[in-house]
């Protein structure tokens, strides 16, 4: 059998103070009529990763609007997810596409699962393209499929993303984060409709919830911060798209204006992710002896708590990303209320509104000059960080999500 993932219990109305009533009661009427849907969500991972993150705060969503809602995690080995990390690259633009042996491992997982895969699903969520092969083996174990994909299919490998198109083909809906990345083959068929829902952060999350100054201090204090010196800031994998060779070029610049400023990489490691480990020694060796840059993963302990607190304490909060699929990250940033730099790139500026809710830039320079002003101008940094707080609380908190697929359901 596939991994159950026991995800707890949420309330809807706990999120009413912080969404406002007129969304909630959107919810529950479009839930009305829906009540024991049985819908599951089948992923690849419950760890790591954007679609995780999510789906610890929608199941439970949906559960408490009435839903018999689980997630499910497929089966999978080393050697199929080395076919699926190299498929997820190309499919974002990598020369690199998976062979035909490739594939033929990719089938022989996907059917496995489909065998293995519990039947009589009202809805079935497929995200992401591990598991999309799954419904063509057993289309008849729920009455409808949905595909979402969460990774960005602007500039594909025409290579990875051909054999991958008629596998998702056959699906009754499918779900992207924003209109470009869907590709031209699923446009224009109405009886598969295409809709576009970007992610969101669960604001009652502890990485999202709100944390005093004191304790962020406190937490900062312990990974050897002066919190009485200015602070950058940025949480991400080390991964070469996060460019963080780039936002330390930004702070040595901003270092010669401002001798006393700190940087802070937070990035989590995964411990089987050999290109990751090369790339973060790399940035180690780039960030060399300077005592006032400190890089953190998660085997020093930084979890959700310890990244709320890098990114509420933060002066200014950096995603300097050269391609970015959404950037939770940016989000979540933004919650805390902090003045945000970012790249001008894939899901960024749907929450970066240049000069309104952050700067947006396209280099280490331009990126060094904006947080030089934010740095300098702490009504600045304020101003824009209320307005992007404002920004995530209107679009990208969870419950909007939730209502998002409420009314897909209600198209069915
Ligand atoms: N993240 C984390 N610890 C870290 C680095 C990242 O928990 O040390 C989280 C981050 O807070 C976010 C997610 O991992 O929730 C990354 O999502 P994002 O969309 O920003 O980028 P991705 O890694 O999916 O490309």
Known sequence: ??????????????????????????????????????????????????????????????????????????????????????????????????????????????????????????????????????????????????????????????????????????????????????????RSRPERPVYVSPPAIDPLSPKNMRLSPEDAAFVCEQFGIDVDRPLMCQVSRFDPWKDPIGVIDAYRQVRTEIPDVQLALVGSMATDDPEGWEFYNRTVAYAGDDPDIHILNNLNNVGAIEVNAFQSQADVLIQKSTREGFGLTVSEGLWKARPMVAGNVGGIPLQVIDGRTGFLVNSPEECAERCLRILRDPALGRRLGLAGKEHVRANFLMPRVLRDWLRIFKQA
């Not at 994909?149 to 490998?157: G, Q």
């Open 1 to 186: 059998m596939l991994q159950h993932v026991v995800v707890g219990h949420k309330s809807l109305s706990d999120y009413t103070h912080i969404v406002g009533r007129q969304l909630v009661d959107e919810i529950r009427s479009l839930a009305d009529g829906l009540e024991g849907q049985r819908v599951l969500h089948l992923s690849a991972t419950a760890f790591g990763g954007g679609v995780a993150e999510i789906l610890y705060a929608l199941v439970p969503l949906m559960n408490d609007v009435g839903l018999h809602c689980e997630w499910h995690v497929m089966l999978g080995r080393e050697e199929f997810f080395n076919v699926t990390k190299r498929l997820h690259n190309a499919l974002q633009g990598d020369p690199d596409a998976p062979t035909s042996d490739e594939w033929d491992i990719y089938r022989r997982y996907n059917q496995l699962n489909a065998d293995e895969l519990a039947g009589d699903w009202d809805i079935v969520i497929v995200h992401d393209p591990q598991p999309a092969g799954v419904r063509n083996f057993v289309p008849d174990k729920a009455r409808r499929w949905i595909w979402q994909c969460h990774i960005d299919l602007s500039e594909p490998n025409a290579a990875a993303l051909a054999p991958l198109l008629p596998l998702v083909a056959d699906y009754d809906a499918a779900v992207f984060h924003i209109d470009r990345y869907v590709p031209e083959e699923l």
